[in-house]
Nanobody
């Protein structure tokens, strides 16, 4: 199976920056897509930024120009650089990957445990 471990969350003041990391490990044959979602209590989990299976990037409109997703393919790791953080960015951030754990095995949807990001003055 594929395990995703996030790190880098925390408390930051408005206008500040944080960098999240997500490392994939375990039985990994291929990662097709990987990225970040976020969720606040009582609301659905929404896409923040992701690398698609075609290699392009998608960003939520609310984070364009402030957040940047990057990756280290050799390390099966993605990063989310968050600048200009706003109160509305407060959420639990989840790493997500569409990955196949073995040759000929259909890809599955994997999630990390989440990391809390709190933006507060």
């Amino acid at each position: 199976q594929v395990q995703l471990v996030e790190s880098g969350g925390g408390l930051v003041q408005p206008g500040g920056s944080l960098r999240l990391s997500c490392a994939a490990s375990g039985s990994i044959f291929r990662i097709f897509a990987m990225g970040w979602h976020r969720q606040v209590p009582g609301k659905q989990r929404d896409l923040v930024a992701a690398f698609t299976s075609g290699g392009s990037t998608n960003y939520a409109d609310s984070v364009k120009g402030r957040f940047t997703i990057s990756r280290d393919n050799a390390m099966n790791t993605v990063y989310l650089q968050m600048n200009g953080l706003e109160l509305e960015d407060t959420a639990v951030y989840y790493c997500n990957a569409l990955a196949s754990p073995g040759f000929g095995v259909s890809p599955g949807d994997y999630w990390g445990q989440g990391t809390q990001v709190t933006v507060s003055s």
